[in-house]
């Protein structure tokens, strides 16, 4: 069928154009996009930062409506509300263990952009292969192509244009906090970072009842935005030593810190705020040729650095739906953090991202209903 789609043909830059999507195979799924989030993973996906292959279209925090499923798909019938997560195997030693987000082959079913038999779910007007099944959906586009393991099917009650992003960027910092790193009533927690992911982490923290939230950043604005997420206290890190904050208002540092940012400096600082027998989690896609010392000495102290993919959301459909429920509770409202450009204002939405004017662009493509 023809679709409207993002191509990334040259670094950085995306214009849309109509594509031929592949009618779905026996384990696929069509799903009608209704909005999409953008993540900094699209944008180092364009760029080639990560392993990603030109034409391709990006777009990996799709929310949509099953328009039609292969024969041999039982978990969605169309009609039903999805949203669509990463893809893996199911078939190395992670996934057979259900610890998904570490599949062996991540790079390949996320970034590769083809099905595990190699061929393409989309060509262009001169039938020449276009990269699609980004994340298992590529779905900057009024269509998208997935599966059933990485479809999430929501309730119908809920805003399905605003849920997109739980299924990479929000996910990636809750499920750090509640999955990952375990934050408890028992621990204190720090997050650097007070972007999507950073955010996200505070108001998990929040909800797991952390008694004491530090935030750390360089804008105001946003520190005041993790004060109403439920920071007990925040830092600007322009204004001095986040570490030594951090220390003074807790008994020596937390139990729980986590980098958002990927700066080597601010990586350290995470760890460095830790309590003995804390953890720090580090979570930053980064340049792969990046190294961060360590001093062992200090971490002899019970302390551990843990690396976390999308929040370990092993089982996303329940972690998804848990989220789902928590913002319909009016516990989670990530919807703060979002904010929505129609189809045609793509190139603001991207510029904005990069400035950080918006914290989570989500891109409409159709209308709910
Ligand atoms: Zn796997
Ligand atoms: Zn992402």
């Not at 925090?61 to 949203?83: L, M, S, Y």
């Not at 971490?299 to 996303?316: F, M, Q, T, Y």
Request: hydrophobic letters at 40%; proline letters at 5%; charged letters at 20%.
């Amino acid at each position: 069928m023809k679709i409207q789609a993002a191509v990334a043909r040259e670094s950085g830059k995306l214009v849309y154009e109509i594509l031929d999507l592949d009618t779905p195979r026996d384990n696929e799924i069509l799903v009608r996009v209704v909005a999409t989030g953008i993540c900094h993973t699209d944008l180092s996906a364009i760029t080639q930062l990560l392993p990603a292959r030109l034409p391709m279209v990006p777009g990996h925090e799709g929310a949509g409506i099953v328009a039609a499923v292969g024969a041999g798909v039982t978990k969605v019938a169309p009609g039903d509300h999805v949203v669509l997560t990463y893809d893996y195997c199911d078939d190395c030693r992670a996934c057979r263990d259900h610890d998904h987000t570490y599949c062996h082959h991540a790079v390949e079913r996320c970034f590769l952009g083809d099905r595990p038999d190699g061929s393409s779910t989309l060509h262009d007007a001169k039938n020449e292969i276009v990269h699609g099944s980004f994340f298992g959906q590529s779905s900057l586009a009024t269509y998208a192509l997935c599966y059933d393991r990485n479809v999430i099917k929501v309730r119908k009650d809920a805003p399905l244009e605003l849920l997109g992003p739980l299924a990479c960027g929000i996910q990636t910092g809750a499920g750090a906090v509640f999955n990952a790193l375990g934050v408890t009533e028992q621990t204190d927690f720090a997050v650097f970072g007070a972007g999507a992911v950073g955010l996200s982490a505070v108001m998990a923290a929040h909800v797991a009842g952390a008694p004491t939230i530090i935030a750390v950043d360089i804008s105001e604005e946003r520190l005041e935005m993790a004060r109403d997420f439920g920071a007990t206290h925040v830092f600007n890190s322009r204004t001095g030593d986040p570490v030594a904050f951090i220390q003074s208002v807790t008994e020596g540092g937390v139990l729980r810190s986590l980098d958002t940012s990927g700066v080597p400096t601010v990586m350290q600082q995470a760890l460095a705020a830790t309590a003995p027998r804390g953890s720090c989690g580090w979570l930053a896609g980064v340049d792969p040729a990046l190294e961060v010392p360590i001093n062992p000495t200090f971490l002899l102290a019970g302390r551990s650095v843990k690396g976390i993919i999308e929040g370990e959301s092993h089982d996303a459909q329940a972690f998804i739906s848990k989220l789902v429920d928590l913002y319909m509770e009016g516990r989670f409202p990530f919807d703060k953090i979002c904010q929505f450009y129609e189809i045609d204002q793509l190139e603001q939405a991207l510029a904005d991202s990069k400035s950080g004017a918006t914290i989570k662009p989500i891109i409409r493509f159709h209308a709910q209903n």
